[in-house]
């Protein structure tokens, strides 16, 4: 096994194409590290992409903000700015694992992981979170949705890494919120995660809407039927039942050790419904 | 398989070490360099025995490759003690009886200084959250928890 560690995106590109299926990307290691132990997986090429300045940084510009996706969730939740406009996405990504985990778990890992229960990744989807991915063609922007195929697969070609996520800056009158479901208050794997992101009128009428959910299917879900639901309305019982009734009939859950299939459709309702909540409450707190 | 040579900053003094790419860096603390006060638990980051602090930050050391830390700095639960004088971290522990078979104390020593280096006055709520990562089948927590609030006062007044 052998380990690069490139200064820049192209010669991690170029390191990823020659290794081809042999090859894997080093992020915070939190996942790859413990796959690598259990036999899971087995690269021969390791590419730790840290010491590349663009995938480290956070940076503003007048669209949005652009976060490395080699940042870890420590470092993130040092970006006030990020936390102020878009508090669920930070505080999707800061409940995963323990303080040593945020240390080094990284956006772009949780994502390429490919874990269903991946806690950022419903956020990211319901803030409308853009990855950008290099490769050997060059540059591609890709909505975080269609990133993870199946259960640790994802859509990226041979040779292509995500060097960042876009996120816009946040509008008058919009908030987003994560809750997640666990057994117990910290260290656990999601059995639920729903991320809302909305925008309201000046009267609090919801204009649009964004619902993801996480750990219900086999790969993150974006459900439109659910953010549907919310526009149009003052989040009154009616609309959240609507909603939470979506979000329910868009699972398509697995039976474990966490959960039952009924627990989790019944579950990605009541969270959907109370994520919603927290996001209109921020948004009309944030005028 | 040649080896990478690597530099690095151990507790403040300069160390260079070869290790294979697969070695962790507990592996390297314990087995290249024969700093074992670093325990190895679980391996899979689950229950905070290895933790050190790389550049500043609080990590598992078993997942960190022992070649990801070349130019780096790291501390470990051999650089809390100022020579024969423990910190005050160490002392509460003692007191406190925050410890019984000891194989997680490290772990917990070097997570909460690293709490209490960035916020000196914490809440019960948050120094259980910061350790959460941390495990301990001996005590029951209650005792560590008592331990780093106490040494969180003393060195308040200390300073």
Request: charged share 20%.
């Amino acid at each position: 096994m052998n380990y690069q560690s490139p200064e820049t995106v192209d010669d991690a590109v170029a390191a990823l194409s020659a290794a081809g299926a042999a090859g894997r990307v080093l992020a915070g290691g939190t996942d790859l590290l413990v796959q690598m132990r259990s036999g899971r997986r087995s690269p021969e090429h390791i590419v730790d992409v840290k010491n590349i300045p663009e995938m480290r940084s956070v940076t503003m510009t007048a669209d949005g903000f652009r976060i490395g996706a080699a940042v870890a969730g420590a470092e993130l939740g040092e970006q006030a700015q990020v936390i102020a406009e878009w508090p669920g996405v930070v505080e999707a990504f800061e409940l995963i694992g323990s303080t040593q985990i945020q240390g080094r778990a990284t956006l772009g890992g949780n994502l390429c992981n490919g874990s269903p229960a991946a806690d950022s990744v419903p956020a990211m989807i319901a803030a409308g979170t853009i990855a950008v991915i290099a490769g050997p063609g060059g540059r591609r922007e890709v909505p975080v949705e269609e990133i993870m195929t199946a259960p640790g697969q994802t859509s990226l070609g041979d040779g292509e890494l995500v060097v960042e996520f876009m996120l816009p800056r946040r509008a008058p009158l919009s908030g987003d919120a994560y809750l997640r479901f666990i057994p117990r208050t910290e260290m656990d794997i999601a059995v639920v995660g729903a991320g809302v992101n909305l925008t309201v009128d000046s009267a609090g009428v919801c204009q649009s809407a964004r619902v993801g959910l996480g750990a219900v299917a086999p790969t993150p879900l974006l459900v439109a039927d659910a953010a549907a639901a919310l526009v149009g309305s003052t989040l009154d019982d009616d609309a959240l039942n609507k909603a939470a009734a979506a979000a329910s009939a868009a699972c398509n859950p697995i039976n474990d050790k966490r959960g039952t299939v009924e627990y989790r459709v019944k579950v990605a309702g009541v969270l959907t419904r109370r994520a919603a909540k927290i996001a209109y409450d921020r948004a009309r707190a944030h005028a | 398989m040649s080896k990478h040579h690597i530099s690095t900053s151990i507790n403040g003094e300069s160390r260079e070490f070869l290790c294979e790419t697969r070695q962790t860096l507990l592996d390297v603390l314990r087995d290249e360099l024969g700093m074992i006060g670093s325990k190895e638990g679980c391996s899979s980051g689950d229950c905070g025995a290895c933790s050190v602090e790389v550049d500043g930050r609080l990590v598992c050391s078993c997942l960190v490759l022992g070649v990801e830390v070349d130019g780096k700095e790291i501390s470990t639960i051999e650089g809390m003690a100022d020579g024969e004088n423990l910190h005050p971290l160490q002392t509460k522990f003692l007191e406190h009886a925050a410890l019984q078979c000891g194989v997680c104390t490290p772990g917990f020593l070097v997570a909460a200084k690293s709490l209490l280096d960035r916020n000196p006055n914490p809440t019960e709520t948050e120094v259980r959250y910061w350790l959460a990562g941390n495990l301990c089948r001996c005590t029951g927590y209650d005792k560590i928890v008592r331990a780093v609030m106490d040494a969180a006062d003393e060195m308040r007044s200390a300073s």
